[in-house]
């Protein structure tokens, strides 16, 4: 095989390679991001959640304040039943010790529905609570995944870019300038190999004769259609997508 041709060859190799490499550790970012937009969810949940009950609390807190107060007030008008005078005025102040009375009853009664309601919504937090907890742990481990996994790979491609120079200073000037040009337009695909007389590339039929000079690896042979360069290979292989 023509060394050019060989060394072409390794060159996609390897730029196929960091292609990968660098695809996969650019991902990394969106994938934690994503993971970390699932704990949020449930932080969230678990927030809200506890907001509701810290509410609920401040209002069965306040309701027995309001009792006490309440209760006073009607300790209050009680004593005026000594001083009054009249029975109109004694029958006002017992209207007024009553509607105090109904409205305890009511504040009471309040007060038990909230109870009965923070107590279920304290259940309901536990398993929130568990829920978030492991949520966040699972985050917290495939994160530490998915740094290791983005520090690999800046190592593999730390021992791969100098074969890649490597590769290229072993190809003729104007020969790396075409590859160049095509890899930047070709979405990184530039040798390719034939398979029933069709470039692997864009998929077109190549020329008989073309096909007998790639058979034999002795020259650099492009494709008429898309400009890629192409050699022969024995193994068959799917298509290279266009």
Same mark, same amino acid.
């Given at each position: 095989?023509?060394?050019?041709?060989?060394?072409?060859?390794? #060159?996609? *190799? /390897?730029?196929?390679?960091?292609?990968? #490499?660098? $695809?996969?550790? *650019?991902?990394?970012?969106?994938?934690? =991001?994503?993971?970390?937009?699932? @704990?949020? =969810? !449930?932080?969230?949940?678990? %927030?809200? %959640?506890?907001?509701?009950?810290?509410?609920?609390?401040?209002?069965? !807190?306040?309701?027995?304040?309001?009792? /006490?107060? =309440?209760?006073? $007030?009607?300790?209050?008008?009680?004593?005026?039943?000594?001083? @009054?005078?009249?029975?109109?005025?004694?029958?006002?102040?017992? @209207?007024?010790?009553?509607? +105090?009375?109904?409205?305890?009853?009511?504040?009471?009664?309040?007060? #038990?529905?909230?109870?009965?309601?923070?107590?279920?919504?304290?259940?309901?937090?536990?398993?929130? !609570? %568990?829920?978030?907890?492991?949520?966040?742990?699972?985050?917290?481990?495939?994160?530490?995944?998915?740094? *290791?996994?983005?520090?690999?790979?800046?190592?593999?491609?730390?021992?791969?870019?100098?074969?890649?120079?490597?590769?290229?200073?072993?190809?003729?000037?104007? #020969?790396?300038?075409?590859?160049?040009?095509?890899?930047?337009?070709?979405?990184?695909? +530039? @040798?390719?190999? /034939?398979?029933?007389?069709?470039?692997?590339?864009?998929?077109?039929?190549?020329?008989?004769?073309? +096909? /007998?000079?790639?058979?034999?690896?002795?020259?650099?042979?492009?494709?008429?259609?898309?400009?890629?360069?192409?050699?022969? !290979?024995?193994?068959? =292989?799917? *298509?290279?997508?266009?």
């Amino acid at each position: 095989m023509n060394p050019q041709l060989k060394s072409l060859i390794e #060159l996609q *190799a /390897i730029d196929s390679q960091i292609g990968e #490499l660098e $695809h996969g550790k *650019a991902a990394i970012p969106k994938q934690i =991001e994503s993971g970390k937009a699932g @704990v949020k =969810e !449930k932080q969230n949940q678990l %927030a809200e %959640a506890e907001s509701s009950f810290a509410q609920l609390q401040k209002e069965r !807190k306040d309701l027995e304040i309001d009792v /006490i107060e =309440e209760n006073d $007030h009607a300790a209050k008008t009680k004593t005026k039943l000594s001083a @009054v005078k009249t029975n109109k005025e004694y029958s006002a102040i017992l @209207v007024e010790v009553d509607a +105090v009375k109904e409205k305890i009853l009511a504040l009471e009664d309040r007060e #038990l529905e909230l109870m009965e309601i923070l107590e279920k919504k304290e259940r309901e937090l536990l398993p929130l !609570k %568990a829920n978030c907890k492991e949520e966040e742990e699972k985050f917290n481990e495939y994160k530490l995944k998915k740094e *290791a996994e983005s520090e690999r790979t800046k190592k593999e491609l730390e021992v791969i870019r100098p074969r890649r120079s490597q590769a290229a200073d072993n190809l003729d000037v104007k #020969l790396l300038e075409h590859y160049t040009k095509v890899f930047n337009a070709r979405e990184g695909v +530039v @040798v390719v190999p /034939i398979h029933e007389n069709i470039c692997q590339g864009c998929l077109q039929h190549i020329l008989p004769q073309q +096909v /007998i000079d790639v058979k034999s690896g002795e020259t650099i042979i492009y494709c008429e259609q898309c400009s890629r360069i192409l050699y022969w !290979k024995e193994t068959n =292989e799917g *298509a290279v997508p266009k």
